[in-house]
Nanobody, 122 residues
Framework: QVQLVESGGTVVQAGGSLTLSCAGSGRTFGHYVMGWFMQAPGKEREFVAS????????FYADSVKGRYTITRDNAKNTVDLHMTNLKPEDTAVYYC???????????????WGQGTQVTVSS
């Protein structure tokens, strides 16, 4: 089992950059695929990015491709989401998740953090 805690959410101006961090507990952190999801008000939680166990493969939603980068450090039990050229439509609660499959489906992720709010002002 792994527990996840996100941090780094804040208010940022459009065009700005931000890095979200997710800290995981447990010795098996490196055994999990890690993902980031976002949920805007009144909308479903949707996939943003994922990274494989060793960090060799990454997958992004089309809406963030070229603007976001997901990285992980298994020695520190962390996974980060580096966000650039932020847009008002990126405003959402961002969740970190851990799962056993390299997928964009939220149902395939077993463990979730509490989320961190990102607000992009125009």
């Amino acid at each position: 089992q792994v527990q996840l805690v996100e941090s780094g959410g804040t208010v940022v101006q459009a065009g700005g950059s931000l890095t979200l961090s997710c800290a995981g507990s447990g010795r098996t952190f490196g055994h999990y695929v890690m993902g980031w999801f976002m949920q805007a008000p009144g909308k479903e939680r949707e996939f943003v990015a994922s990274i494989t166990w060793g960090g060799t493969s990454r997958f992004y939603a089309d809406s963030v491709k070229g603007r976001y980068t997901i990285t992980r450090d298994n020695a520190k039990n962390t996974v980060d989401l580096h966000m650039t050229n932020l847009k008002p439509e990126d405003t959402a609660v961002y969740y970190c998740a851990a799962g056993s499959a390299f997928t964009r489906n939220k149902s395939d992720y077993d463990y979730w953090g509490q989320g961190t709010q990102v607000t992009v002002s125009s």
